[in-house]
């Protein structure tokens, strides 16, 4: 008889946290945020008390699960509006190589170390810290890699606004400041708070208001 219960809890916790995961939103593993992966270990841990514990009625271990994904759903959406709790939150992107130095301060800083980094530029058939233009170490822990050959002339996309708030690393590196961005962004007849994402590419400067997106 035990073993159809731990069968059926089985089951049960699997189409369970399989129509969670649906609530939660679609992520590779790979870009799961600290929330998510808080959240995904306290139910694995959740779901693996309450299998193997068979007396226990299985709905006694519904109750924080639900609870945790209630919590992780209202916390999403709140820093899905607030820019200041998403950063605390999840933490900001790390320039680990920019113009073609490596930023030293910033690895000690994210503990990250050069080992990691040429494993990480390895892995994208970088031979060489001399090919690389920027590298940005992404609050997931994935290295997003610009390298010189691949654009010379910088056209790829600089984050310069985003969430209606200034990027002001980015605005150094592409020899711009403030006067010149709040002068743009009059010409455009664009408030700063307005900007749900500005970047730069080409010498332009492309923006996209908050209302585009709803």
Same mark, same amino acid.
């Given at each position: 008889m035990s073993y159809?219960?731990?069968?059926?809890?089985?089951?049960?916790?699997?189409?369970?946290?399989?129509?969670?995961?649906?609530?939660?939103?679609?992520?590779?593993?790979?870009?799961?945020?600290?929330?998510?992966?808080?959240?995904? *270990?306290?139910?694995?841990? #959740?779901?693996? /008390? $309450?299998?193997? =514990?068979?007396?226990?009625?299985?709905? +006694?271990?519904?109750? !924080?699960?639900?609870?945790?994904? *209630?919590?992780?759903?209202? #916390?999403?959406? /709140? $820093?899905?509006? =607030?820019?200041?709790?998403?950063?605390? +939150?999840?933490?900001? !992107?790390?320039?680990?190589?920019?113009?073609?130095?490596?930023?030293?301060?910033?690895?000690?800083?994210?503990?990250?170390?050069?080992?990691?980094? +040429?494993?990480?530029?390895?892995?994208?058939?970088?031979k060489s810290i001399e090919e690389v233009d920027y590298a940005i170490l992404e609050t997931s822990g994935k290295l997003s890699v610009f390298k010189k050959d691949d654009d010379k002339n910088r056209t790829y996309p600089l984050p310069v606004i985003i969430d209606g708030k200034v990027q002001k690393d980015v605005l150094y590196q592409i020899g711009k400041d403030n006067t010149w961005l709040q002068k743009t962004l009059r010409q455009e007849n664009y408030r700063l708070e307005d900007v749900f994402y500005g970047f730069y590419q080409k010498n332009r400067l492309f923006l996209i208001r908050k209302e585009a997106i709803k």
């Open positions: 159809f219960i731990v069968l059926g809890k089985t089951l049960f916790f699997y189409f369970l946290i399989m129509v969670i995961y649906r609530i939660m939103g679609k992520r590779e593993v790979g870009e799961l945020s600290i929330m998510d992966l808080i959240v995904s *270990i306290f139910i694995a841990e #959740i779901a693996a /008390i $309450s299998i193997d =514990n068979y007396k226990q009625n299985m709905f +006694l271990s519904v109750v !924080p699960i639900v609870a945790l994904v *209630i919590i992780q759903v209202v #916390i999403s959406r /709140i $820093s899905l509006k =607030n820019s200041t709790i998403r950063s605390i +939150l999840d933490g900001d !992107p790390s320039v680990i190589i920019e113009r073609g130095k490596v930023n030293f301060k910033e690895m000690l800083q994210q503990r990250y170390n050069l080992d990691d980094l +040429l494993v990480q530029l390895r892995s994208r058939g970088i």
